[in-house]
C-alpha cells in the first residue's frame, strides 16, 4: 500500500511538472484562426485531455479549444452521438449542431478535429518549410515537426531577452504550407536596449566647460551595453578630430564602467581652435564606421551625435546630408548658459530635422522623455528585422 501511495505521488509530481500543453481560443470562426490568433496554455494537472468544441448555428461556425479534464472530455464527446432531432448532437444535417473531440498529446488540438469526419480536411495538408534548428538565446519545441498541423513553441532562455512580437510564443504550420506567422526571435527589450551605433563628437570649451562635459559623460554609463544593443565610439574635436581622444566600439566589450572611464580619460575641454563639425563627421564615417573599428554590419542603425556648448564654425551642410543619405542619423544636443544662444538654422542644416536638436539651459545629465520617444521610434520598431542572431 505504501508502494502504490508512493508511485502515485511521483506520478503526480510528474504530471505537475510535465503538464499537457494544448491549444486554446474562444469563439474563433474556424479551426485555422482559432490556431493562428490562440496561444498554447500549460494545463493544470487534473487535465489531461485537448478538447475542441465546435459549435454551428445555421452557417455561423464557432470554435473552441483548451485543456480539460480527461473523463469530462470524454463525457462531452459521448454527447457527439446523443439524438438530437432528425439525427444526432453532432450533425451535418440540421441548423444547429455541436460536436467535441478529444486528445491526449501535446498540441494535438491543433488544426481540424479528427473524431468528426466531415471536419477533417478534404485535401491533404502540406508540409511547410523546415523550422531553424537554431533559435540563438532559446529553442523551438515543434509537435509534428513541420507537417500540416504542426505547431512549434518559441521560448527564451537567456537573462532579460524575450520572445519579440511579445505573446508570439507558438507558430502554426497551416493547411496551404505556410507557417501562420513570420519566425519570432529572441531579444531584449527596447527600451532600454536600443540596437544602433552611436558616435559621440564633444566639443565644450568655456569657464563652464569643464563642469557641463563632466555632468554630460555620466549619461552614457546608464544605457545598457551589448552585441545585440547599444554601442559607443566618441572623440573630441576643435578644428580637426582629436585622434589620441578616439575610443572605438571594440575597446570595452559590453563593460559601461570601463566604457566611462575611457570617456573620462580621453574627453577633454578645448580653449583654442574652431569647431569644424563637418571635419568630424567626415572622420567618423571614414574612420569609426568600420569592421576595424567595431562597427556593425548594415543591420544595425546607426547615429551621429555632436555634444557641445558653442555653434558650429564652419558650413557642415554638404557632409551632414551626405551622412545621412547613407543612413545615418544626426543628432545635436547643446548647453545653452549665461545668455548664450546657439545658430538654429545651421544646426538644423546639419541634424536635418527639428526633432533631433536638443539644447538644454544646463548640461545635458539624462534621457529626457521626448529623446527616449525618438529613440524608440528609430530603433524599437521590430527587432527582428535587425537583430544579430549571429552573436555569442
Given at each position: 500500500?505504501?508502494?502504490?501511495?508512493?508511485?502515485?505521488?511521483?506520478?503526480?509530481?510528474?504530471?505537475?511538472?510535465?503538464?499537457?500543453?494544448?491549444?486554446?481560443?474562444?469563439?474563433?470562426?474556424?479551426?485555422?484562426?482559432?490556431?493562428?490568433?490562440?496561444?498554447?496554455?500549460?494545463?493544470?494537472?487534473?487535465?489531461?485531455?485537448?478538447?475542441?468544441?465546435?459549435?454551428?448555428?445555421?452557417?455561423?461556425?464557432?470554435?473552441?479549444?483548451?485543456?480539460?479534464?480527461?473523463?469530462?472530455?470524454?463525457?462531452?464527446?459521448?454527447?457527439?452521438?446523443?439524438?438530437?432531432?432528425?439525427?444526432?448532437?453532432?450533425?451535418?444535417?440540421?441548423?444547429?449542431?455541436?460536436?467535441?473531440?478529444?486528445?491526449?498529446?501535446?498540441?494535438?488540438?491543433?488544426?481540424?478535429?479528427?473524431?468528426?469526419?466531415?471536419?477533417?480536411?478534404?485535401?491533404?495538408?502540406?508540409?511547410?518549410?523546415?523550422?531553424?534548428?537554431?533559435?540563438?538565446?532559446?529553442?523551438?519545441?515543434?509537435?509534428?515537426?513541420?507537417?500540416?498541423?504542426?505547431?512549434?513553441?518559441?521560448?527564451?532562455?537567456?537573462?532579460?531577452?524575450?520572445?519579440?512580437?511579445?505573446?508570439?510564443?507558438?507558430?502554426?504550420?497551416?493547411?496551404?504550407?505556410?507557417?501562420?506567422?513570420?519566425?519570432?526571435?529572441?531579444?531584449?527589450?527596447?527600451?532600454?536596449?536600443?540596437?544602433?551605433?552611436?558616435?559621440?563628437?564633444?566639443?565644450?570649451?568655456?569657464?563652464n566647460g569643464e563642469q557641463q562635459l563632466e555632468n554630460t559623460l555620466q549619461v552614457f554609463g546608464g544605457v545598457p551595453l551589448a552585441e545585440d544593443a547599444f554601442k559607443e565610439a566618441a572623440f573630441y574635436f576643435s578644428?580637426?578630430?582629436?585622434?589620441?581622444?578616439?575610443?572605438?566600439?571594440?575597446?570595452?566589450?559590453?563593460?559601461?564602467?570601463?566604457?566611462?572611464?575611457?570617456?573620462?580619460?580621453?574627453?577633454?575641454?578645448?580653449?583654442?581652435?574652431?569647431m569644424n563639425v563637418g571635419a568630424a563627421i567626415q572622420y567618423a564615417m571614414d574612420n569609426l564606421f568600420i569592421p576595424e573599428a567595431g562597427a556593425r554590419d548594415d543591420r544595425v542603425p546607426k547615429s551621429i551625435s555632436?555634444?557641445?556648448?558653442?555653434?558650429?564654425?564652419?558650413?557642415?551642410?554638404?557632409?551632414?546630408?551626405?551622412?545621412?543619405?547613407?543612413?545615418?542619423?544626426?543628432?545635436?544636443?547643446?548647453?545653452?548658459?549665461?545668455?548664450?544662444?546657439?545658430?538654429?538654422?545651421?544646426?538644423?542644416?546639419?541634424?536635418?530635422?527639428?526633432?533631433?536638436?536638443?539644447?538644454?539651459?544646463?548640461?545635458?545629465?539624462?534621457?529626457?522623455?521626448?529623446?527616449?520617444?525618438?529613440?524608440?521610434?528609430?530603433?524599437?520598431?521590430?527587432?527582428?528585422?535587425?537583430?544579430?542572431?549571429?552573436?555569442?
Amino acid at each position: 500500500m505504501k508502494i502504490v501511495s508512493f508511485c502515485i505521488i511521483v506520478a503526480s509530481f510528474i504530471v505537475c511538472i510535465k503538464g499537457l500543453k494544448c491549444m486554446n481560443c474562444y469563439s474563433s470562426g474556424s479551426f485555422e484562426d482559432c490556431d493562428v490568433n490562440g496561444k498554447l496554455n500549460q494545463c493544470m494537472p487534473n487535465q489531461g485531455s485537448c478538447e475542441t468544441v465546435v459549435r454551428r448555428s445555421g452557417s455561423q461556425m464557432t470554435v473552441m479549444k483548451g485543456c480539460k479534464n480527461s473523463r469530462a472530455c470524454r463525457d462531452n464527446q459521448m454527447q457527439n452521438t446523443r439524438y438530437s432531432g432528425r439525427s444526432t448532437q453532432c450533425n451535418a444535417d440540421q441548423i444547429n449542431s455541436v460536436c467535441t473531440c478529444c486528445c491526449n498529446k501535446d498540441m494535438c488540438n491543433a488544426g481540424a478535429p479528427t473524431c468528426v469526419e466531415y471536419y477533417r480536411p478534404a485535401q491533404p495538408l502540406q508540409d511547410c518549410p523546415q523550422v531553424p534548428q537554431n533559435f540563438p538565446h532559446g529553442n523551438i519545441e515543434c509537435h509534428n515537426e513541420n507537417r500540416g498541423g504542426a505547431v512549434c513553441e518559441y521560448q527564451c532562455t537567456a537573462k532579460d531577452y524575450g520572445v519579440w512580437p511579445p505573446k508570439r510564443t507558438t507558430n502554426v504550420c497551416l493547411a496551404n504550407g505556410t507557417w501562420a506567422h513570420e519566425e519570432p526571435c529572441c531579444t531584449r527589450p527596447c527600451p532600454p536596449y536600443f540596437l544602433f551605433d552611436a558616435i559621440m563628437m564633444f566639443h565644450f570649451g568655456g569657464p563652464n566647460g569643464e563642469q557641463q562635459l563632466e555632468n554630460t559623460l555620466q549619461v552614457f554609463g546608464g544605457v545598457p551595453l551589448a552585441e545585440d544593443a547599444f554601442k559607443e565610439a566618441a572623440f573630441y574635436f576643435s578644428g580637426e578630430p582629436i585622434e589620441s581622444s578616439v575610443m572605438k566600439f571594440n575597446e570595452y566589450g559590453a563593460n559601461a564602467t570601463r566604457m566611462v572611464q575611457l570617456l573620462k580619460e580621453r574627453i577633454r575641454v578645448v580653449n583654442e581652435g574652431g569647431m569644424n563639425v563637418g571635419a568630424a563627421i567626415q572622420y567618423a564615417m571614414d574612420n569609426l564606421f568600420i569592421p576595424e573599428a567595431g562597427a556593425r554590419d548594415d543591420r544595425v542603425p546607426k547615429s551621429i551625435s555632436i555634444i557641445t556648448n558653442r555653434n558650429p564654425d564652419d558650413n557642415a551642410k554638404e557632409i551632414a546630408e551626405e551622412a545621412r543619405r547613407r543612413g545615418i542619423l544626426i543628432y545635436f544636443f547643446g548647453t545653452e548658459e549665461d545668455g548664450y544662444i546657439f545658430d538654429h538654422e545651421k544646426i538644423l542644416d546639419i541634424t536635418g530635422e527639428e526633432e533631433h536638436i536638443y539644447i538644454w539651459g544646463q548640461a545635458f545629465n539624462t534621457l529626457t522623455p521626448d529623446l527616449v520617444t525618438d529613440l524608440n521610434n528609430h530603433f524599437c520598431q521590430n527587432p527582428c528585422d535587425h537583430v544579430l542572431h549571429d552573436h555569442n
